[in-house]
Structures are given as structure tokens and as C-alpha cells.
């Protein structure tokens, strides 16, 4: 976060989308996931002004795991297209485990 007097940059994240069962693909439990939205934005008095560098991702309940998702994919998931786990890129998550 970048803040000078009454302008400054921050990052900030929207929930988009909730997934009810379905497979965590690190565990192969059934698990809950959410589609969120994670951009830059410049707020001049704390109002924001302009976004960019928007990426999307799906956490994973079951388990801190966290997946990229490309922007294409992300579109069709908000229009309500299932969760599909071969178009997502792991990037957070140690393991191939679900604590009980």
C-alpha cells in the first residue's frame, strides 16, 4: 500500500462467486470454494479513481489452498459455469493433504 497525504494505491479483494460441493483438487475431498477478484486501484480522498492488474483466484475450504484462474475462465465462472479443476493453476497450498 502506497499512501501520501490524500492519494495512495491499494490492493483490494472482491468475492465474486461461492461453490458449494465441490472436489478440492490437492485432497479429492468435497469442499466449499470461492471465485475472488484481487486488483490495484488509486483512491484519491479515499475514493477510488482508477483499477488495473486484476487478477482472479479460487480458495479452497477445506485446506489453505489457493488457484489462479485465467480471465476468460473467470468471466464464464461468474456467469455461473461449474468449477472445473483442470483450468485452474495451483499456487499456494503445501501438500496433498485436508487437515481432519
Known amino acids: 500500500m502506497f499512501f501520501f497525504g490524500i492519494f495512495g494505491i491499494q490492493d483490494r479483494e472482491k468475492h465474486l462467486r461461492d461453490f458449494d460441493a465441490t472436489i478440492c483438487p490437492s485432497c479429492g475431498r468435497l469442499s466449499r470454494a470461492e471465485l475472488i477478484e484481487v486488483f490495484t486501484y488509486f483512491h484519491f480522498f479515499f475514493i477510488p479513481i482508477f483499477q488495473w492488474n486484476r487478477?482472479?483466484?479460487v480458495k479452497f475450504r477445506c485446506r489453505?489452498?489457493?488457484?489462479s484462474v485465467d480471465k476468460e475462465y473467470a468471466e464464464e465462472l461468474k456467469r455461473e459455469a461449474d468449477l472445473d479443476a483442470a483450468r485452474l493453476h495451483k499456487v499456494f497450498g503445501h501438500g496433498n493433504?485436508?487437515?481432519e
Open 97 to 99: 493433504y485436508c487437515p
Open 55 to 57: 487478477r482472479y483466484f
Open 64 to 67: 489453505p489452498a489457493i488457484f
